[in-house]
């Protein structure tokens, strides 16, 4: 059937309106429906379907790179059985959180139990997704995760150091994600990148940007290690009001990457007027256009981008913004990993 790119508002197609080609699609969006572990607000495991549906109103032509969309990107339905999962698990989680928020008294036998079996539902979820990450990279195709919460990141990441030895993150985010098993979770969406650190060892550097809300223990952990670079937004709006610019800066950051890297992008990393329903909004943050400015500094660098997570978005039912800013920042991402392919 005659595809015409300048039509792409057929929901009947994929995303971004392009046509359901999962053989011929260079990049496979894997959306992971999951946010069983967030501690302030919860409704990202809704995101995935949220940006599909806000995907049709993004033109495919881009100035910098018209064409890469051509190479393909499909949209990967998510197995029905991982939202069930969450619901009910999630139930679970909300009740534990609000007794260590609201109780100095120790979780009884019944939510120490409850606990557990949430901790294991994390395990099947990152089973779910080292399995589908797996299966994209054995057929020689790049993975691009969409959330969902945070902690969706660790089993994408340890399958892609298996393949990219000694491959870089770029963490943009509010939070430094560094914390030890934060409200007894396991695997919390605020201990994703402590546990990467201490059980991916093929990753061979965490940069973090825009981070400006985190603990003593994190700072500690992020000073104490060889492997993370952290740009804090403090940090770079002093330097950016001594008048320094953001190509220097972004080319600084980009630098510390080795050659082959994973973006992993929260959207609480951006401004919170970008995305108001993220689980936890912080004030100050990146604008669109600087997001965009450094995924293309990592591009012009000559590094190849072997994946990425688009994670925390919080649709609102009234009206589409978060999931609008997302998807057009999903599309970005999307257009420069293929283009960063050597």
Same mark, same amino acid.
Request: with cysteine; hydrophobic share 35%.
């Given at each position: 059937?005659?595809?015409?790119?300048?039509?792409?508002?057929?929901?009947?197609?994929?995303?971004?309106?392009?046509?359901?080609?999962?053989?011929?699609?260079?990049?496979?969006?894997?959306?992971?429906?999951?946010?069983?572990?967030?501690?302030?607000?919860?409704?990202?495991?809704?995101?995935?379907?949220?940006?599909?549906?806000?995907?049709?109103?993004?033109?495919?032509?881009?100035?910098?790179?018209?064409?890469?969309?051509?190479?393909?990107?499909?949209?990967?339905?998510?197995?029905?059985?991982?939202?069930?999962?969450?619901?009910?698990?999630?139930?679970?989680?909300?009740?534990?959180?609000?007794?260590?928020?609201?109780?100095?008294?120790?979780?009884?036998?019944?939510?120490?139990?409850?606990?557990?079996?949430?901790?294991?539902?994390?395990?099947?979820?990152?089973?779910?997704?080292?399995?589908?990450?797996?299966?994209?990279?054995?057929?020689?195709?790049?993975?691009?995760?969409?959330?969902?919460?945070?902690?969706?990141?660790?089993?994408?990441?340890?399958?892609?150091?298996? *393949?990219? #030895? %000694? /491959? !870089?993150? @770029?963490?943009?985010? +509010?939070?430094? =994600? $560094?914390?030890?098993?934060?409200?007894? &979770?396991?695997?919390?969406?605020?201990?994703?990148?402590?546990?990467?650190?201490? *059980?991916? #060892? %093929? /990753? !061979?550097? @965490?940069?973090?940007? +825009?981070?400006? =809300? $985190?603990?003593?223990?994190?700072?500690? &952990?992020?000073?104490?290690?060889?492997?993370?670079?952290?740009?804090?937004?403090?940090?770079?709006?002093?330097?950016?009001?001594?008048?320094?610019?953001?190509?220097?800066?972004?080319?600084?950051?980009?630098?510390?990457?080795?050659?082959?890297?994973?973006?992993?992008?929260?959207?609480?990393?951006?401004?919170?007027?970008?995305?108001?329903?993220?689980?936890?909004?912080?004030?100050?943050?990146?604008?669109?256009?600087?997001?965009?400015?450094?995924?293309?500094?990592?591009?012009?660098?000559?590094?190849?981008?072997?994946?990425?997570?688009?994670?925390?978005?919080?649709?609102?039912?009234?009206?589409?913004?978060?999931?609008?800013?997302?998807?057009?920042?999903?599309?970005?991402?999307?257009?420069?990993?293929?283009?960063?392919?050597?």
């Amino acid at each position: 059937m005659f595809f015409n790119p300048d039509n792409n508002y057929s929901k009947n197609n994929g995303i971004f309106g392009l046509p359901k080609d999962e053989e011929n699609a260079k990049l496979i969006l894997i959306p992971v429906p999951w946010d069983v572990t967030t501690s302030y607000r919860d409704g990202t495991a809704y995101a995935p379907e949220a940006i599909l549906d806000a995907s049709y109103q993004i033109d495919l032509y881009d100035i910098s790179l018209p064409d890469e969309w051509r190479k393909g990107i499909y949209y990967q339905p998510f197995e029905e059985w991982i939202i069930d999962m969450n619901s009910f698990e999630r139930r679970k989680s909300k009740i534990i959180i609000d007794h260590l928020e609201n109780s100095d008294e120790p979780l009884s036998e019944r939510l120490e139990r409850a606990q557990r079996e949430v901790n294991e539902a994390c395990v099947q979820m990152n089973s779910y997704v080292e399995a589908k990450v797996a299966d994209c990279l054995k057929k020689g195709k790049i993975p691009g995760l969409i959330g969902g919460e945070h902690s969706i990141s660790l089993m994408a990441i340890s399958e892609i150091a298996k *393949r990219f #030895p %000694n /491959v !870089g993150i @770029l963490q943009i985010d +509010a939070h430094a =994600d $560094l914390r030890k098993n934060y409200l007894n &979770f396991e695997f919390s969406h605020a201990s994703v990148m402590r546990n990467v650190i201490e *059980r991916v #060892p %093929n /990753v !061979g550097k @965490l940069v973090q940007i +825009a981070v400006r =809300d $985190l603990c003593s223990e994190e700072a500690k &952990f992020s000073e104490n290690s060889e492997k993370i670079d952290t740009f804090y937004m403090s940090n770079l709006n002093e330097r950016l009001f001594e008048g320094d610019n953001w190509k220097n800066l972004s080319n600084e950051i980009v630098e510390k990457l080795p050659e082959n890297v994973y973006i992993s992008f929260d959207i609480d990393g951006l401004k919170p007027s970008l995305c108001p329903h993220t689980g936890t909004p912080v004030p100050d943050g990146l604008t669109f256009e600087q997001s965009v400015f450094i995924i293309k500094t990592i591009l012009r660098s000559g590094r190849k981008i072997v994946g990425f997570d688009l994670v925390e978005t919080g649709p609102d039912q009234h009206n589409q913004w978060d999931e609008t800013i997302s998807s057009r920042l999903l599309y970005q991402l999307c257009i420069h990993t293929l283009a960063s392919q050597k």
